[in-house]
């Protein structure tokens, strides 16, 4: 049985469940980020924070971003979305647009969509050799590897929806002037291609999940489970990357003014 076979996609959260637990979670990564950024303890800068998010279209990837970021400093983070690479882009490495947008020691930046394109979009849509997609695997566990190794938490959601979930989620877009705009006529018709993708994906998953940055699978077909659980589980890569750096994880008490 493949990882998404595995994931229980009937998960859920009520209301007052999800508020309750969102207030709690999102406390503790604004005090996680300030410690990084030497805002808080002992001042010293921590390493830089990465999060990515990959995932069907209409996964839920932009609503998490938002309960992730929302509730910080703006001057403490960057979002970057990426699309199908330029024509100037497309003459570098495949991973050089996004050398630039890396966070540096107490940094941090949240991509929406990365380098995981060579092994998806670009392989099932044919933008890439199976020669070139083939060997992004390694090259991205290369790349990552470094990139911990240097100062930077590493952290990779995959957020995954059934077929239904992302129809019924496509017609909601269709039938709302103010969220059209995010449909387009290639979201339609990669519907076809969803097992291709998800072939892509386990493939993807089994050969770049590493120790220094594993992914973690979301199941997504509740929007207020799938914020949650990425939330929650944010945090505690955060705590995870801050041990392996050396740096002192503040504790949840603190949170509440004990400093015992």
Known sequence: MTILD?????????????????????????????????????????PGLLVV?????????????????????PRHYEVISYAAPTLAEKRHHFMWRFFRDLPGLGEMA????????????ERIEGFASKAEWS?????????????????????????????DEQLRRFEGRAADPLKRWKLTPEDWRNRERNREYDGAAEEMFAKTDHALAPW???????????????LETLNRRIAEGMKRWGAEVPTVEALNGDTS
Do not use: C, N
Not at 16 to 25: C, G, P, Q, S, V
Not at 55 to 70: E, L, N
Not at 110 to 121: A, E, N
Not at 135 to 161: C, H, N, P
């Open 53 to 73: 998010f990959e995932g069907p279209d209409a996964a839920g990837k932009g609503g998490a971003i938002k309960v992730v970021v929302g509730h910080l400093d």
């Open 110 to 121: 949240v991509f929406d969509r990365s380098w995981y394109g060579r092994v998806l979009v």
């Open 135 to 163: 060997r992004a695997y390694q090259a991205i566990v290369d790349f990552e590897e470094s990139l911990v190794t240097e100062g930077v938490i590493l952290v990779k959601f995959w957020m995954q929806i059934s077929d």
């Open 216 to 230: 973690d699978v979301i199941a997504a077909e509740q929007k207020r489970f799938a914020r949650i659980s990425a």
């Open 6 to 46: 595995k994931l229980d996609m009937t998960q859920r959260l009520d209301r007052e469940t999800y508020y309750k637990r969102l207030d709690i979670a999102q406390r503790r990564l604004l005090q996680l980020r300030l410690h990084l950024g030497g805002q808080l303890g002992s001042g010293d800068v921590g």
